[in-house]
């Protein structure tokens, strides 16, 4: 396994813009004062992560419409085996970007784009991973979703232009009574050396009028290792 659990935190970002409502004419009142959202969470399987960070509409922007900015920051482990040698590694990165946001009643979509980094210590060395050290690498994500009346599908799509680090992520939700949402979810992670798949279920539960939290679970698979479980959780706020 690499270090790139370390894009779930912008991963999970995806499911917070705009805010959470039960149909699009209430999101749109709203998210017509709010300029942003903050999010936070972490996940546990084949290593831990911890994440955090900030979306803010520019001047002249709001939640879901315009420009906006995004910095977030992240850091866990994970291991894996170069050979028969077991590897632990551990990392700490952060990254910045300019959103453009799009929203209407079908949902919404995000563009962005903008600089990553990332520092990554191993132990014992592992002189035939790449990404060892400290990388800087241009970062492109799009996520979003189709917002019907009874259920909701989001996506994430992160690409790492110099890394060639790829990561995709779907979910298919039940809306349920007072903004509670119940689904299955999947997704594919990796770059050059490896390919991971994941599959699972959550459950989104509302914190107030502007904050949600997500719990999912589920089975990661991986060419040449044992199928593993995974727990995640995500909060966000709208403000």
Known sequence: MKPWIATLGVALAAAVTPAHAEDQTSQDQTTQDQT????AGGSAGSGESAYGGVVVALPGGRLGKGLAVR???NAGTYR???GVTPIKGRYVGGDAAIVYQMSGPWGWNNLSIGPRITD???????PGNRRTGTRVDVGLQADGALDGAQWRLGWFGAWGVRDQAYQARFQIGRKLP???RIGVEGGVLGDSSFDRQSAGAFVAVPMGKSAELQLAGGALFQKGRSAHAYAGLS???TF
């Open 36 to 39: 942003g959202v903050v999010f």
């Open 80 to 82: 894996y085996t170069a």
């Open 178 to 180: 007072n903004r509670y």
């Open 71 to 73: 910095v977030s920051g």
């Open 235 to 237: 909060l966000s706020s």
């Open 120 to 126: 990554t210590k191993l132990t014992p060395g592992d």
